[in-house]
């Protein structure tokens, strides 16, 4: 029967082609080393390298067995790091402040599956602009921050870049002529009052808005900003202003104070989850992190 042992022995070999190196990586014996491939030879039938003075070589058998051994190992590594989980309790709480986007649905799904199987772990979660955000990871209060662009350098951050963009629209007073329209141009807002991100008007970046009014931004009528959506809805329904507003946050199908309109050209930001680069995660963070980059390689 074939152990283990003799599968990392002979994918070392395969990998150093030499047997004293192999040897020494593994802190085995020259002899050791050699009996165990010689066994392993015979137990399969095969023989699985070509002896020089100075080094081995993979014959044809040889280089189909390390596909096969490789696949072993690393099956019998994954099903012993999850029964080793399942044998130890994660718990305490994950921080994380977040920027409002319908980007957290995906964040939203990991923390549902860790729940389910650590019902010990908890998530608390605080609205934040990147200001804010930056200044929580900084003075370690939050784990992690989900940060919308534009925003400055993050030079002392590790970045993860989810895979799905927000897309904007304008959300308008039921009634305004601009209801009318079915899409939405820089040009429509000049002269219009605005109600605008706070982030976006403090932030030299020249993506998100800036970029899509282009040299129109420095004409824009502000009236008033803000930093969380649905206070700045309430102004719109009362006719203060119209505001450009990213998609999916508030529902205003069916509101009879309220229109939305898609924009012209179309406007799509990044979202990205952000944590300290030196920090050191406790468990609970560290099963989000692992879980969470799992989730966005599955969404490709």
Known sequence: MLEVRELRYFL???LTGNITKAAHHLHVTQPCLSRAIKDLESKLGQRLLVRRSHSVALTAEGALFVERARAIVELVGNTE???QTLSQKIEGQVNICAAETPAFRVLSEVIADIQAEHPDVR???ESGNYEQTIVRLDQGI???GLVVEPFAQL?????LTLPVLDRWSVILPAGHPLCRKKVITPDDL???PLIMSSQELNNGSAAGLRQWFGQRYSQLHVVDTFNLLYNATL???QGIGVLPA???IINVQGSPKLCERPMKPALTTQVYLIWGRHRTLPPPAKLFLERFKAKIELMG
């Open 246 to 248: 990213m998609d999916g």
């Open 81 to 83: 790091r999850e029964f």
């Open 155 to 159: 030079e002392h951050f590790e970045v």
């Open 12 to 14: 070392e070999v395969a």
């Open 190 to 192: 000049l002269d219009i």
């Open 142 to 144: 939050y784990d992690f």
């Open 235 to 237: 102004l719109v329904e």
């Open 123 to 125: 998530f608390n979660l």
